[in-house]
């Protein structure tokens, strides 16, 4: 499989927004954003399944970030709002190939992995 691959990071200041994109070649049957800052572990921002269009939004992230995506072409969307300092890391598209039930919120969850794209916030 291709890996996937991101674009949209970026500089912006607090209460500002982006948008990130994400290009999985292949089937796949979830895709998701992971975040890490230096000296952090890797962590689940959101996630979709396109099988009934199911979403999974860390709490910290709740009604500020929203995923979307196309099934068809195996692209998903990260937009930010409201973003804040403690958001800045790199982002990570993640690919799932296999199919399952539940969320997927795990970074064992998924098998493809994207080089990662810098989301920088100022204060």
């Known amino acids: 499989q291709v890996q996937p691959v991101e674009s949209g990071g970026g500089l912006v200041q607090a209460g500002g927004s982006l948008r990130l994109s994400c290009s999985a070649p292949?089937?796949?049957?979830?895709m998701g954003w992971f975040r890490q800052a230096p000296g952090n572990e890797r962590e689940v921002v959101a996630g979709?399944?396109?099988?009934?269009?199911?979403?999974y939004y860390a709490d910290s992230v709740k009604g500020r970030f929203a995923i979307s995506g196309n099934n068809a072409k195996n692209t998903v969307y990260l937009q930010m709002n409201s973003l804040k300092p403690e958001d800045t890391a790199a982002y990570y598209c993640?690919?799932?190939?296999?199919?399952?039930?539940?969320?997927?919120?795990?970074?064992?969850?998924?098998?493809?992995w994207g080089q990662g794209t810098q989301v920088t916030v100022s204060s």
């Open positions: 993640a690919a799932r190939r296999r199919g399952g039930s539940g969320y997927y919120t795990t970074v064992f969850d998924y098998g493809d």
């Open positions: 979709i399944r396109w099988s009934g269009t199911i979403t």
């Open positions: 292949g089937r796949t049957f979830a």
